[in-house]
């Protein structure tokens, strides 16, 4: 018997528009590392079944909608330089993107959009985030993806998520501060290099010190002293 070929959506165009927006967001508590949940709602234009969507989702930081107190201008130096210049190098830049599959749904649905995050302060976003005291963090969700629904002949269809289809929401930040205390509480982590680690494990062992921290305090102690 002759093996059939299996079958495939047929490929149309721009025949689906999808409209998102974040209604909120909360730390995801049986996550493996920090994650962050944002409530996206997704609704369809037209009355045809969506049977699922491949999405793309991009996010990135406005920076510049949102202000600064004295101490937030201090710590994020390092990224945008000093504040009298912020009107050149404060900008929009990415956090982070990632894929979700959408279930199938007709109308409208509710996702739970799951975001890793990550206290690695070589990350820009990780940096930009940690240095704000409270308020909101300014966020553009960009989507794109595939959309795979049924016609009206029954025939199994795709069509592409404009490049146009995006959202804003303000992340609290407190709530990102509650995903990173659900794994590091009271805690930050900064990386080094292994020759610097060694030094300071030689320190902490040669001075018997308890702690990572106390080693640390020990060293600030005797550079304010050296002043």
């Known amino acids: ?9 047929h490929v149309s165009g721009p025949a689906i528009e999808l409209d998102f927006s974040v209604a909120g967001a909360a730390p995801v508590r049986y996550a493996a590392a920090p994650t962050l949940g944002f409530e996206l709602a997704i609704g369809s234009r037209g009355s045809e079944p969506i049977r699922s969507v491949v999405l793309d989702v991009q996010i990135q930081v406005a920076a510049r909608r949102r202000s600064y107190d004295e101490g937030e201008q201090a710590r994020l130096m390092d990224l945008f330089g000093r504040p009298d210049g912020w009107s050149k190098s404060l900008r929009t830049f990415p956090w982070l993107r990632t894929t979700q599959v959408v279930p199938g749904f007709t109308g409208d649905t509710v996702v739970n959009l799951e975001v890793p995050c990550t206290y690695d302060f070589e990350v820009t976003a990780a940096k930009y985030l940690a240095a704000l005291s409270g ?21 199994l269809q795709t069509a592409m998520i404009g490049w146009d289809r995006e959202a804003d929401y303000r992340l609290p930040v407190a709530v990102w501060r509650a995903t990173m205390d659900l794994f590091f509480p009271g805690s930050a982590w900064v990386r080094l290099d292994r020759g610097s680690f060694e030094r300071l494990y030689e320190y902490r062992a040669r001075h018997a010190l308890p702690s990572w921290e106390h080693a640390l305090d020990k060293l600030f102690e005797a550079a304010e002293e050296d002043r």
């Open 1 to 9: 018997m002759e093996a059939r070929a299996p079958s495939r959506p």
């Open 135 to 155: 308020g909101e963090v300014p966020l553009e969700l960009l989507f794109s993806g595939t959309v795979f629904y049924t016609a009206d002949s029954g025939a």
